[in-house]
């Protein structure tokens, strides 16, 4: 399977701003979602469909997606959003599905 | 409270077959594609099989294909992964995951069971 290219890690200071990229041609045209996973735990989603928000995750994390690039927003990053991150899609064209980026470590200093 | 609770892995030989379960609650379950992802220890998530709510479209990842087989009985709230012919590469933590209602995003996650290949 084909993997959508995330930066292996991001290291950001309590209170500034995380921005994680999730890169593939033309991801602007398919709907993105994002996981965060913390240590020992399954994922849990925290934006799908670009930009929206599922009850209970915080205003803090926002999506964007346009062209080659779906990004990820941390907002005022906490100690307890230091995880790791994944983009997802759902792309069955062709002979080799699309789902799932490589992933990002937030690290909080 | 919707849930997802999957069963079955342990230690196999390679060579050998298991059967993971999920089971469901919380929700109507025969609403709903599901899909089973797995994450290698230390690596990232892996898609590896999705089924339709009606059973009617099955996909793997070409890392299972011929391998492994998804089913569901939806009268039993239940998924299912059959795994033959498991290699060493197939160690992993497997998750079983519901798909969104009138999307592609998985929400929620099951705990997830471990299976190893290991001689």
């Known amino acids: 399977s084909y993997v959508l290219t995330q930066p292996p890690s991001v290291s950001v200071a309590p209170g500034q701003t995380a921005r994680i990229t999730c890169g593939e041609n033309?991801?602007?045209?398919?709907?993105v979602h994002w996981y965060q996973q913390k240590p020992g735990q399954a994922p849990v989603l925290v934006v799908y469909?670009?930009?929206d928000r599922p009850s209970g995750i915080p205003e803090r994390f926002s999506g964007s997606n346009s062209g080659n690039t779906a990004t990820l927003t941390i907002s005022r990053v906490e100690a307890g959003d230091e995880a790791d991150y994944y983009c997802?899609?759902?792309?069955?064209?062709?002979?080799?599905?699309?789902?799932f980026g490589t992933g990002t470590k937030v690290t909080v200093l | 409270e919707v849930q997802l609770v999957e069963s079955g892995g342990g230690l196999v030989h390679p060579g050998g077959s298991l059967r993971l379960s999920c089971a469901a609650s919380?929700?109507?379950?025969?609403?709903?594609?599901m899909n089973w992802v797995r994450q290698a220890p230390g690596k990232g998530l892996e898609w590896v099989s999705y089924?339709?709510?009606?059973?009617?479209?099955?996909y793997y990842a070409d890392t299972v294909k011929g391998r492994f087989t998804i089913a569901r009985d939806n009268a039993k709230n239940s998924l299912y992964l059959q795994m033959n012919s498991l290699r060493d590469e197939d160690t992993a933590v497997y998750y079983c995951?519901?798909?969104?209602?009138?999307?592609?995003?998985?929400?929620?996650w099951g705990q997830g069971t471990l299976v190893t290949v290991s001689s």
């Open positions: 995951a519901r798909v969104g209602y009138g999307g592609n995003w998985f929400d929620p």
């Open positions: 919380g929700f109507t379950f025969s609403r709903y594609n």
């Open positions: 089924i339709s709510s009606s059973s009617s479209t099955k």
């Open positions: 033309n991801i602007g045209s398919k709907s």
């Open positions: 469909n670009d930009s």
């Open positions: 997802q899609v759902w792309d069955t064209t062709g002979d080799h599905p699309r789902v």
